[in-house]
């Protein structure tokens, strides 16, 4: 792999950084973004230092794996709680939901200790830590963050963007969304897809990465809040306006209107 294509594996995935780095920012709130992002940016240079394209693995199903990693060790490193701290909050508040579900009200502070059978102070302490924003790193890393459920108040706009990226998948022209379904929803790798499509590796890697641009154009488009939207994809202009056209015949009114082209400015 040449420099230019290491360099261009880097930029186009440094978006992916930001996501899961706000993510898992979302779920371990005690370690700041800033530092998940710087983690996660290294790890995806060295990424693509040690990527081998002849395995046919797709690179951002590799990178990704590394830049999480990345972030297990930054938050192990950053974690105020021990695993022993951890289990006392955890047996603590335990007690005490048990006994304010038995008492029908709140559990004291003595009450729980004479349970425990420990101090007054340990349960203090206890409760006091358990105020602190607690995640366990296995909770936020499992299953490379898919299976966590999103906080309440995340949902609509988890909701909403899946909703936008599931109509942007099917409006993508043919060739582009069949790859970009057996890549990322089938997992297959590149090579086989190449053989398939009886065309190189590359042009499979250039398709899929052109998919991807549209589809950040999409979410470019409809999160733009009134301004200009920035894109990222090379296909011309009318190509990428008759995709954002396709989008909006099967993603209904709302989403119809946050794609439509910004009205030209009055003179």
Do not use: C
């Amino acid at each position: 792999m040449t420099r230019d294509e290491r360099n261009r594996l880097i930029e186009e995935n440094l978006p992916l950084v930001g996501y899961l780095a706000s993510e898992t920012h979302a779920r371990a709130t005690h370690v700041p973004r800033e530092e998940l992002a710087s983690a996660g940016a290294l790890a995806l240079v060295t990424a693509a230092d040690a990527f081998d394209p002849s395995l046919g693995v797709p690179f951002g199903a590799y990178a990704r794996r590394r830049i999480l990693g990345a972030f297990a060790d930054e938050m192990r490193s950053m974690d105020w709680a021990t695993r022993g701290i951890r289990r006392r909050i955890k047996e603590t508040t335990a007690v005490q939901e048990t006994l304010s579900a038995a008492l029908g009200r709140q559990a004291s502070v003595s009450e729980i200790a004479t349970t425990m059978g420990v101090s007054h102070d340990e349960v203090s302490g206890a409760l006091a830590d358990a105020g602190r924003t607690v995640t366990t790193l296995d909770e936020v890393y499992e299953s490379d963050l898919a299976s966590v459920t999103p906080l309440p108040e995340e949902s609509a706009v988890v909701s909403e963007r899946r909703a936008v990226l599931e109509h942007a998948i099917a409006a993508l022209p043919e060739r582009m969304r069949s790859i970009v379904h057996a890549v990322y929803i089938d997992e297959r790798p590149v090579k086989e897809i190449a053989e398939e499509l009886g065309v190189s590796h590359s042009a499979v890697s250039q398709q899929r990465a052109e998919a991807i641009r549209l589809l950040r154009d999409a979410l470019e488009r409809y999160y733009r809040d009134g301004g200009e939207a920035i894109t990222t994809s090379r296909v011309s202009t009318s190509v990428r306006e008759g995709f954002f056209a396709r989008i909006a015949e099967t993603g209904g009114a709302r989403i119809a209107r946050a794609l439509a082209a910004p009205e030209p400015l009055a003179t």
